[in-house]
Nanobody, 126 residues
Framework: EVQLVESGGGLVQAGGSLILSCAAS????????IGWFRQVPGKEEREGVS?????????DSADSVKGRFTISRDNAKTTAYLQMNNLKPEDTGVYYC??????????????????WGEGTQVTVSS
């Protein structure tokens, strides 16, 4: 059974930090790129936050989080991470990790991802 399980969310004050983890099982983790997405209150679309290629040699992030969020992966542990620093109230949302292999559109398009986790809530208070 394919599983992606996010953890590490919580309530933090503005300026604080969190590390999200995405534990994968049931598929060949090394073959899949990982994307982190978030769904913020009041918006239907999931926003692409950060992306890391299967090998880890290509990384990208949304402009809104560049310089604050860092994505990484440990293929030996089949886990991806999202280090979030200097959090802002507008970062509040449910954060999801997703796995994909073939991308027709940009990495930030949710449609190209095959597997999704259930999400973890991040709340940043002002």
């Amino acid at each position: 059974e394919v599983q992606l399980v996010e953890s590490g969310g919580g309530l933090v004050q503005a300026g604080g930090s969190l590390i999200l983890s995405c534990a994968a099982s049931g598929f060949i983790f090394d073959d899949y790129a990982i994307g982190w997405f978030r769904q913020v209150p009041g918006k239907e679309e999931r926003e692409g936050v950060s992306y890391i290629s299967a090998s880890g040699d290509f990384i990208d992030s949304a402009d809104s989080v560049k310089g604050r969020f860092t994505i990484s992966r440990d293929n030996a542990k089949t886990t991806a991470y999202l280090q979030m620093n200097n959090l802002k109230p507008e970062d509040t949302g449910v954060y999801y990790c997703a796995g994909g292999r073939r991308f027709i559109g940009p990495w930030s398009a949710p449609a190209d991802y095959e597997f999704w986790g259930e999400g973890t809530q991040v709340t940043v208070s002002s």
